[in-house]
């Protein structure tokens, strides 16, 4: 994932109790497609609460809001992202602009 990238699209899921592994796979699968179908994605990483578990916030790196937006219009999206987002108690998800970084 490029360092310098000033938009992002990021998400903060609550995963069901016992979900976790699967989650994790559909995430996997998710990028998988977004990486293979569109060209203004540049890279993403998941990570995980150390102290809950079940708690994950994802990140993607993106070329301009317009790609980030063209890639969330997509029907495959839609899917993905709701297979992802079937499996939590909870999501929160938006897009942003780097401010600031050290």
């Given at each position: ?25 559909r995430w996997k699968a ?73």
């Open positions: 994932m490029t360092e310098d990238s000033r938009y992002w699209a990021s998400g903060n899921w609550q995963v069901s109790d016992g979900s976790a592994d699967e989650f994790i796979e998710f990028l998988s497609w977004t990486k293979e179908a569109n060209d203004g994605f540049l890279g993403a990483r998941l990570v995980r609460d150390l102290n809950e578990p079940n708690h994950f916030v994802s990140f993607s790196a993106w070329r301009d809001p317009a790609a980030m937006k063209e890639w969330q219009g997509r029907p495959e999206f839609a899917e993905a992202f709701g297979a992802c987002r079937a499996l939590c108690d909870d999501m929160h998800s938006g897009g942003y602009e780097l401010v600031v970084a050290y």
